[in-house]
């Protein structure tokens, strides 16, 4: 077998990979399995990319509007050139979705500052990579409704710019095998004693009925539902702050929640070993679970 067919051949078999998946790469809609991208890229070389994960259901993109302006902010923070308009990028989305069977979708979109000379400086003249995939958006596990999750705490060891949302997440990947590692689906980072975030998710305490997350820095990334969550928060009637948040007072909490585009929020029940409250999914958590379907299904309808 020729060394292209034999490469070709071990692609199409790559685990997880739906048959006929399809992505777009630098202009063009190709086969997920066999996509290429130049090992001189930026994104391989130095992890000098962002990306950015948007949820469809029922083939309605879900604020996708406050997934592209972070996009924007993201890459404008690293000095990598927006490389299409509103328009390019909504197509670009839409027609990924299209290509796909799954009524429920998350888009992953990746723009890298390009191909160059292995060099740290900022290449000159170089055009962006730009790839996205389109994978099938399933279900929230029963259980994790039924029982919540378990987490457990860490310390947050990452760099100083988590409000980017770079690809370079080794980070963020060391932080959640240690999770895995422990049996825990999520962790819980603390930077001075202070809560920051998950591995891949925003936290949320609840005490007293009131929902607490941390302040918008340069420590977090800020997720898209911390937007969602202050409207549906607003909506229901429930109290909300951002503020300052201590190991102590993650431990003293009624409640925790986790959110993100796909775990949508979730409630943690148990955290390092623990009970949080009485071991069980809380009610506020009940009634932003309740919240988050029905703007979903707003979302649809429009």
């Known amino acids: 077998?020729?060394?292209?067919?034999?490469?070709?051949?071990?692609?199409?078999?790559?685990?997880?990979?739906?048959?006929?998946?399809?992505?777009?790469?630098?202009?063009?809609?190709?086969?997920?399995?066999?996509?290429?991208?130049?090992?001189?890229?930026?994104?391989?070389?130095?992890?000098?990319?962002?990306?950015?994960?948007?949820?469809?259901?029922?083939?309605?993109?879900?604020?996708?509007?406050?997934?592209?302006?972070?996009?924007?902010?993201?890459?404008?923070?690293?000095?990598?050139?927006?490389?299409?308009?509103?328009?390019?990028?909504?197509?670009?989305?839409?027609?990924?979705?299209?290509?796909?069977?799954?009524?429920?979708?998350?888009?992953?979109?990746?723009?890298?500052?390009?191909?160059?000379?292995?060099?740290?400086?900022?290449?000159?003249?170089?055009?962006?990579?730009?790839?996205?995939?389109?994978?099938?958006?399933?279900?929230?596990?029963?259980?994790?409704?039924?029982?919540?999750?378990?987490?457990?705490?860490?310390?947050?060891?990452?760099?100083?710019?988590?409000?980017?949302?770079?690809?370079?997440?080794?980070?963020?990947v060391l932080a959640r095998q240690a999770a895995a590692d422990q049996g825990a689906l999520e962790c819980l980072m603390f930077r001075d004693g202070m809560l920051t975030e998950g591995s891949s998710s925003n936290v949320w305490l609840v005490r007293g009925g009131r929902v607490m997350g941390v302040p918008r820095d340069r420590q977090v990334l800020e997720g898209i539902r911390f937007g969602l969550l202050e409207e549906l928060c607003a909506s229901a009637g429930i109290p909300f702050e951002l503020r300052r948040i201590t190991r102590e007072d993650v431990f003293a909490a009624d409640e925790l929640l986790v959110s993100s585009a796909t775990k949508e929020v979730l409630p943690v029940t148990r955290l390092d070993g623990r009970p949080v409250g009485d071991g069980r999914p809380g009610p506020v958590w009940r009634r932003l679970y309740d919240a988050y379907q029905q703007a979903k299904q707003a979302a649809q309808a429009r």
């Open 1 to 172: 077998m020729a060394a292209g067919a034999a490469v070709v051949a071990e692609a199409a078999t790559i685990p997880g990979i739906a048959p006929g998946a399809v992505c777009y790469l630098d202009g063009e809609f190709q086969p997920l399995a066999t996509a290429r991208v130049s090992v001189l890229d930026r994104g391989f070389i130095f992890g000098d990319g962002v990306y950015e994960v948007v949820p469809a259901y029922g083939g309605a993109l879900f604020r996708w509007p406050h997934h592209l302006a972070r996009l924007r902010r993201s890459l404008s923070k690293l000095r990598i050139a927006d490389p299409m308009d509103d328009a390019g990028w909504t197509g670009l989305v839409t027609e990924l979705i299209r290509r796909h069977p799954w009524p429920d979708q998350f888009v992953y979109l990746q723009v890298t500052r390009g191909v160059a000379k292995r060099d740290h400086a900022f290449p000159k003249d170089v055009t962006p990579t730009v790839f996205a995939m389109a994978s099938e958006l399933k279900p929230l596990g029963p259980e994790w409704l039924a029982e919540g999750i378990d987490a457990v705490t860490l310390p947050d060891e990452r760099w100083m710019h988590c409000d980017i949302k770079s690809v370079a997440l080794l980070g963020n």
